[in-house]
């Protein structure tokens, strides 16, 4: 089952310039751990402590992941991963 994750540029390094990548897994937590075999060093920027990091949005069909089970959140074959990180400042 292939899911694509849209990559955002501070992340892009990860993905040899990627603005997207497709991933395998029928959790989004899988999805993650597949993209960590091919993009060495992406799961520690997007996870911390088995959590997403406090400062990274990640939408599921445009739906926040916050609100449906978090790295449990179900991925189906097409869906669409976008990975967004927060933007603060004043």
Known sequence: ????????????????????????GSTLHQVIDDLETRHPGIRERLVESDNLRRFVNVYVNDEDVRFTGGLGSPTADGDVVVVLPAVAGG
């Not at 292939?2 to 497709?22: C, M």
Request: net charge positive; aromatic share 4%; glycine share 12%.
């Open 1 to 24: 089952m292939a899911v694509e994750v849209r990559i955002p540029t501070i992340l892009r390094t990860f993905t040899g310039g990627e603005k997207a990548v497709k991933g395998q």
